[in-house]
């Protein structure tokens, strides 16, 4: 019989990346990708319409099932009633072997919520999936915070996985059938929603396709100044380590790449004056491409770049900007 699986996410791109985590985990696995529709938009993923999420999981997913979570903004016991519905029995299908999400703050939410509706097994930090000689799932992740990663086997089905954010590979763009499965709500909703304003976005670390970090390297706030005409150049999100937000202040906290922080799946990470230590690492993961600017060649970050400048990053920056044309 084959493996059927959910999977759902915050974003287009968790989306596609917990839909190539369950295309690979067996050739005949039947893959379902969850849409949760609220107050007219769509809300998990977030997209302009049911027709953008579909065409990201194009040649992945087997089929759209669409929920509508009514019309206020769902929290994220509205998502985790949505995913309880779709992993059980379905048009006489037999309950889902597991439900895939990808890591951010309203899907850590749903996942404990619908494992819980389910009485299913978790994991969290799950960077992939396999299945064991005896069928069971496996999921390697990362344990200890990060300084190692392990595998576990998970008895217990279904299985509630939230992966690490990553990218994954697009999807063929062929059509997907949706099915609309109706409206579902809480059973007892937790959150009463009392207004809605909007805030500023100023910094999308977790989008963006190139960062470039700056940490204890730097020796003065007013420093960080050397370093943003090589963001600019490269058209990249100024991020930071934990030192930087946390410690000294010179940066906000939503600047912040790591553990603590923000998850990024740039193309490119370029991490200029940062040691790498474990927290840090954990954050870059998802990155395509690692690259590094540090002038001390024990640093762990230059073990886990592709590649690195080994100089003074005062001077290495500003050569940088000039090969890129920009500077004065």
């Known amino acids: 019989m084959a493996v059927r699986i959910i999977v759902s996410a915050a974003d287009l791109d968790g989306l596609r990346r917990a839909a190539v985590a369950a295309r690979g985990l067996a050739d005949d696995a039947r893959v379902e990708a969850l849409v949760l529709r609220a107050g007219g938009a769509v809300y998990a993923p977030r997209a302009a319409d049911v027709a953008e999420a579909a065409a990201v999981v194009g040649g992945l997913a087997d089929v759209v099932v669409v929920y509508d979570g009514g019309e206020g903004p769902p929290q994220g016991d509205v998502w985790a009633a949505a995913l309880a519905a779709a992993a059980g ?14 890591d951010a703050p309203a899907a850590r939410e749903a996942a404990g919520r619908a494992a819980v509706a389910l009485d299913a097994a978790a994991a969290s930090m799950c960077d ?40 994954g590979e697009a999807g063929d763009g062929s059509s997907v059938p949706v099915e609309e499965r109706g409206r579902v709500e809480a059973a007892t909703p937790a959150v ?39 963001v600019a150049a490269l058209g990249a999100e100024l991020g930071c380590s934990r030192p930087i937000a ?19 799946t740039a193309d490119l ?30 640093a762990p970050i230059v073990r886990n770049a592709d590649y690195v400048v080994r100089g003074d990053l005062y001077k290495v920056v500003p050569a940088l900007v000039a090969a890129l044309g920009g500077g004065a």
């Open 246 to 264: 946390e410690d000294f202040k010179w940066l906000p906290k939503e600047r912040l790449v790591g553990l603590t922080g923000t998850s990024v």
């Open 89 to 102: 029995p379905a048009g006489g299908e037999t309950p889902a072997d597991a439900v895939f999400l990808v």
């Open 128 to 167: 992939a999936v396999g299945l064991d000689a005896g069928g069971r799932l496996t999921v390697e992740r990362a344990v200890y915070g990060g300084v190692a990663n392990g595998t576990l086997a998970i008895g217990k089905s279904p299985a509630v996985c939230l992966f690490t954010p990553a990218q």
């Open 192 to 230: 009463e929603v009392v207004g809605d304003e909007p805030v500023e976005k100023t910094v999308d670390l977790a989008g963006a396709r190139i960062v470039v970090s700056v940490g204890r390297g730097l020796a003065a706030a007013d420093d960080v100044a050397i370093v943003e005409p090589l």
């Open 269 to 298: 990470y370029l991490a200029v004056g940062i040691s790498g230590q474990v927290q840090h690492l954990t954050g870059i993961k998802g990155a395509r491409i690692v690259a590094a600017v540090n002038n001390d060649p024990r």
